[in-house]
């Protein structure tokens, strides 16, 4: 008697449960409304030196990296800002020197080792066009607007480290370091 009430209160509805569930996801995925191929992420991959120009790139194009410390990130190429890693559109070209790095404030958590860098300190650059360059920062300044980046003229890189301008609204000041290619 014991056996048939545990029977019909708990395995019965658990037996059901589980054909429901089966029968469901079975019913999705052979009724297409979820594919393997869904929704690729649009993000274009390519190889530098096919490209001479930042007008030729997408918004978005994947670029290389960057590494500092124990911290290696994506860089993309953007007009704006954005909120990651970004190669700046008022830039030089790449493989030339004189490039120009924006840390989004996207990227801020995972670029925390720069807070902590100091003059001296070294950085990796890799790019498709020539694998990679090594630098080390000998300038850092604080409070550097967009325009003022823009002004910048560097033989080396330019990383600049975004946050935000309480005193303007949706505005954002830069911590800029400048450094020079180690040979």
């Keep these: 008697m014991i056996f048939n009430f545990i029977k019909r209160a708990v395995i019965v509805p658990m037996l059901l449960t589980a054909v429901c569930v089966a029968g469901l996801v079975w019913f999705i995925q052979t009724g297409g409304f979820i594919s393997d191929s869904a929704e690729q992420d649009s993000a274009v991959t390519y ?5 001479k120009k930042f007008s030729e790139l997408d918004e978005g194009a994947y ?29 030089k070209e790449p493989w030339e020197k004189g490039t120009t790095v924006i840390l989004g404030s996207g990227a801020k958590m995972q670029l925390a080792p720069f ?4 003059v001296g300190d070294t950085l990796t650059l890799s790019l ?26 560097t033989d080396g890189l330019l990383v600049c480290r975004s946050y935000h301008d309480f005193s303007t609204a949706n505005s954002k000041l830069y911590a800029v370091y400048t450094a020079e290619e180690v040979v």
Excluded: C, P, Q
């Design 47 to 51: 190889r530098m030196k096919n490209y």
């Design 115 to 118: 807070r902590d860098a100091k």
């Design 128 to 153: 498709y066009s020539n694998d990679s360059y090594t630098y080390r920062i000998k300038k850092i300044r604080y409070g550097v607007s967009l325009d003022e980046i823009h002004k910048m003229k």
């Design 63 to 91: 670029v290389g990296s960057i590494r500092y410390g124990t911290y290696e990130g994506d860089i993309t190429f953007t007009e704006s800002g954005g909120n990651a890693l970004v190669l700046d559109a008022d830039a």
